[in-house]
Structure formats: C-alpha cells, structure tokens
C-alpha cells in the first residue's frame, strides 16, 4: 500500500467513510467494517492499525452503551429493566448504528494513516497548490503520534539510566507516566517552536509559487480508479438522498 499514490489511499478512506455515514444503517456498516478489517489484514497493516482502532474505539464503545443502550428515552420496546436502567431494543440499536459507523470512519483513516507517506503527501499538497500551512499541519499530524512514542521512549531510558525504579505492575505504570508527562510537554513545546523559527528562515510562509524536489510516482489507473470511485460516491449520493426525500 504504500507503493500507492497519496490520493489514491485518500479515495480509498473517504470513498467507504462517507458512503456509510450517508446510509445510515448498522448492518450496511458492519458490513464495510468487516470488509476493510479484512482488506487491512490482508495488506499487512493488521499489527499496527487494529490495535490502534481497539484503543480509540473501545472507550467509545463503552460511552455509547451507558448512555444509549441503558438511558435511551424515547426506546419503546424494553428488554431489561432495573431502577433508572431501561435496557430497549431501540436504544441498543442506536449505539450499534453510531458506534459501527464511527469504527468504519477511525479504521479506514487509521489504514491511511499507517499507509501514507507523510513527505510525498507533502509533495503532492504543493503541487495542487494548497496552502502549505494546511499540508503542513496535515503531515505534522500523521508524524505525531510516531514521534510522541519515540520521544516517551528516550525519556524512559534516560530516566532509567539516572536509577529512576518505579516499580512494577499497575502501579509503577501509572508513576512512569508521572514522572514521563513533564518532560514530555516541554520537549514537544521546545520541538514546535524550533520547528517555527526553522520554518520561518527557510521561506514557509512567504507567498508565490512553489515546487518540490520529491516526484510522486502515480498511474493512469491509479487516476482512473480515483476519478472513477470519486464519481461514483457522488452518483450514489445524490441518488440515495433523492430516493430518502
């Protein structure tokens, strides 16, 4: 996948994402769901992308179950009951339909996410002409999370090397973090502000054309496929909220 032009992985995220919000319906978003868990396991993404969804939507998950499946009030047909807890067909259903669409929505952006490559999608930014503060952020965005572990990592060594124990278990994770979160917010502090001032000196937001040293290698089918799935969304679309109205 990442042999694959930049927005071609865009399209292939955005075109599933935002047909299943459109839809509306849990079954239909199982199903996509089930399909991308299957296209990414395929791809070799699986170790990195599934683990990372489980993290981000297990805690949702949850929200949406307290709050809709035993707190639901307009659910009419009721399938358990105790005190203020009202467990209802409708409200089960509810959690289902939101919670699958946004698990299609974190699965396909994490599957890009994973799979794009932070510089060409830069390179290719500039060459549509976007604003380069908005690539910037974007590919700033895709780089955060790699280096806020590998940052955590270095302080973690260099707080073992001192003779820093915090023990093992639950509670010695819960003080590693501790003793990791200050250091961690100034170094990412001080990273962003030298990153400005090198940004600056180096022209980032000076106006006029701009180019790129980085050639992105893309295919006319990779421009069919696109153009086509593109097409295609909007076709859908128009035809499905014309046959809801």
Do not use: K, N
Not at 16 to 30: E, F, G, K, M, Y
Not at 191 to 202: M, P, T, V, Y
């Amino acid at each position: 996948m990442a042999r694959l032009h930049p927005l071609t992985l865009l399209t292939a995220a955005v075109v599933p994402a935002v047909a299943t919000l459109a839809i509306d319906r849990w079954p239909v978003s199982a199903v996509v769901l089930a399909v991308l868990v299957g296209l990414v396991a395929a791809s070799g993404l699986g170790r990195t992308v599934l683990p990372a969804a489980a993290v981000v939507l297990a805690p949702l998950m949850l929200s949406l179950l307290l709050t809709h499946g035993f707190f639901f009030v307009e659910g009419q047909t009721v399938l358990w009951s105790a005190g203020p807890l009202h467990v209802t067909t409708e409200g089960l259903s509810f959690a289902a339909d939101m919670g699958l669409r946004t698990a299609v929505f974190v699965v396909a952006f994490l599957a890009f996410s994973f799979s794009v490559q932070p510089a060409d999608l830069l390179s290719v930014l500039t060459g549509l002409r976007v604003p380069p503060q908005f690539g910037f952020v974007l590919c700033s965005t895709l780089t955060l999370a790699p280096a806020i572990t590998a940052r955590a990592r270095r302080i973690s060594q260099a707080q073992q090397a001192r003779g820093l124990v915090v023990g093992l278990g639950l509670p010695g994770r819960v003080r590693a973090v501790q003793q990791q979160a200050v250091p961690l917010v100034l170094a990412l502090l001080h990273e962003a502000g030298s990153r400005a001032e090198f940004l600056e000196a180096r022209g980032f937001g000076a106006p006029g054309p701009r180019s790129s040293y980085r050639l992105v290698p893309d295919s006319p089918g990779q421009r069919v496929f696109r153009w086509t799935a593109l097409l295609l969304l909007v076709l859908f679309l128009v035809l499905w909220f014309g046959a809801v109205g």
